[in-house]
């Protein structure tokens, strides 16, 4: 049988001469032989002599075709890390990006020197990384995480029993239809990709849910709802932050305006592109 070296050779190469949109092919090959062979990345690159059996050798050869037809490795794996935690995930939920990273940092900022009693609803949480990563940070947070997907909720709910252990709150519901009371701040990651964005990329073989990213013709379809319906859920002086594309910032801090928020920023991710739009409710 091949060495582990030539095995990720091979993966690698398939992957090079592949139509699939990746950049990091040595990479995933990499990432999807530990997780056939579980062992740690670490750990394989010093096993390069080693060689690799029939049956792992099958497994990961169906790990690299899966990839070449545009399956994100992390669904192919079941796990994710985001904010130096590790979530289950599955094809019902958005890969959490390390861009949305910004969005718990923001809010950990608002949290700073604050009682730990605060209230947060994690909106469009999907697999729950945004939400859970805040409670793991500042455990007495009163976190509520909703979603429209019953699906992507039961991820979450996974999420928050194997990271906090304990369940979380979750909310079934259509943005904001089916939430009652208050909070302190509103995040959100929600769908911002234009329907032409989102076509190209299923075009493209794209394997994520469609409802978690087509946000209409320019892309703020629901980000309009949201910044709309989200004061009467703030207390006053609460934050609502949103997630977003590069160049839909601007646009979306003159919608808060419009809508009364105040302190309004445009929040930087870590290549320095805006990714994060904060405002607060009220007059502070």
Known sequence: MKTIRETIAEGTAVLQNSDLSSDTPFLDALVLLSHTLEISKE??????PDRIDKNHY????????????????SYITGKKEFFGLTFHVNDKVLVPRPDSETLVESALDILNGSPDKFSILDLCTGSGAIGISLKHSIPGLDLLCSDIS???LEVCRKNSKSILGLEIQTCESNLFDKITGEFDIIITN???LTDIETSDMITKGLQEPPIALKGGKDGLDYIRIIIMEASGFLKEGGALLIESSIDQTERIAEIMFSEGYCSIKIIKD???????????RGSQ
């Open 43 to 48: 750990k394989l690159l010093a096993s390069y």
């Open 58 to 73: 099958d497994s990961y050869i169906l790990s690299i075709k899966k990839r070449v037809l545009n399956y994100p490795v």
């Open 150 to 152: 019953k699906e992507a």
């Open 190 to 192: 929600p769908p911002y």
């Open 270 to 280: 870590l290549t320095e592109r805006n990714r994060v739009i904060s405002g607060l």
